[in-house]
């Protein structure tokens, strides 16, 4: 029995011993190694926006424009002026351009009555006289009645450059008698879209 026990005590001594170096032999495995890094930047990038810049002679806003100005207008009389639309800044557009009015009588729609014309002319034909007009083809995409709007299809214009257009207001041979004594206040808008990329 003694020698029984002797060989599992043998056993048993051995089994630590093997299982002792087993973590010695572990722990020897575990190291710790510096590994070698690099990295790369890329700089001086830069991005910026561009400007949309719509202009009418020039301006942003005109005021005290006066050149469709007409008083003591009668059926068939007519007045026209030119502006020049730009494109001031360095991104291409597409513009339109509508009308307001107010009335005077307000129960008196002079506006509705006014016929207007857009042509691409340079030039106004008898600007001195009660009938100033435009001459010209009028451009596609206009409007008939002054209060209905003026370009109705988008008009493109690239950076830097500009177009003249040529606005006629008539009052048609045909305009009722209640109309005598009215007169109105107009507004004109030109509002530019970015050309999309």
Known sequence: MASHARIRRGRTGRARAFMAMGVVVGLGAITTTALWTDSASVAGT??????????????????GYTSLNITNMVPGGSVA?????????????????????TNTPVAKDLAAALQVKVTGATSVTGAATPTATCGGTTLAGTGTALNTGLVT????????????ICVQVTLPSTAANALQGASTSVTLQFDATQVAP
Not at 55 to 63: A, I, L, R, Y
Not at 153 to 164: F, I, M, S, Y
Request: net charge negative; glycine share 8%.
């Open 46 to 63: 830069t991005i910026s926006t561009g400007t949309l810049d719509l202009k009418v002679d020039g301006q942003d806003s005109v005021t």
């Open 153 to 164: 299809t988008a008009r493109p214009l690239a950076a830097g450059t500009n177009e003249k």
């Open 81 to 101: 002026a030119v502006l020049m639309i730009a494109n001031a800044g360095n991104v291409p557009f597409t513009y339109v351009a509508s009308s307001a009015a």
